[in-house]
């Protein structure tokens, strides 16, 4: 069965930075886009950013210029290097994998989900 493993998660202040890490298996990792996004306690999940399976990455404008994903397709892994954190990024983060996708803004085009990893930001 397909498996997303978040990490990375944690506390940090604000200013401070984190890399998450998007680990899979038993998928052939090159034919995915892996979409990042985030969920805060009774807000909606939103997209974060996404590395396209044919290369690129696309962001949200929230996080432009701060964070950086990369990919690393010979380790399954895709990364979320976040630099100058807020306190409103403060979120369950999630990783997600979409067959050949485009559409990548929309978490209902992904096929498969991670479990999530907390980070926290404070003031």
């Known amino acids: 069965q397909v498996q997303l493993v978040e990490s990375g998660g944690g506390l940090v202040q604000a200013g401070g930075s984190l890399r998450l890490s998007c680990a899979a298996s038993?998928?052939?990792?090159?034919?995915?886009?892996i979409g990042w996004f985030r969920q805060a306690p009774g807000k909606e999940r939103e997209f974060v950013g996404a590395?396209?399976?044919?290369?690129?990455?696309t962001y949200a404008d929230s996080v432009k210029g701060r964070f950086t994903i990369s990919r690393e397709n010979a380790k399954n892994t895709v990364y979320l290097q976040m630099n100058t954190l807020k306190p409103e990024d403060t979120a369950t983060y999630y990783c997600?994998?979409?067959?050949?996708?485009?559409?990548?803004?929309?978490?209902?085009?992904?096929?498969?989900w991670g479990q999530g990893t907390q980070v926290t930001v404070s003031s």
């Open positions: 997600a994998a979409n067959q050949y996708g485009s559409r990548m803004y929309e978490a209902d085009k992904y096929d498969y």
């Open positions: 038993r998928l052939t990792f090159s034919r995915y886009t």
């Open positions: 590395s396209r399976w044919n290369g690129g990455n």
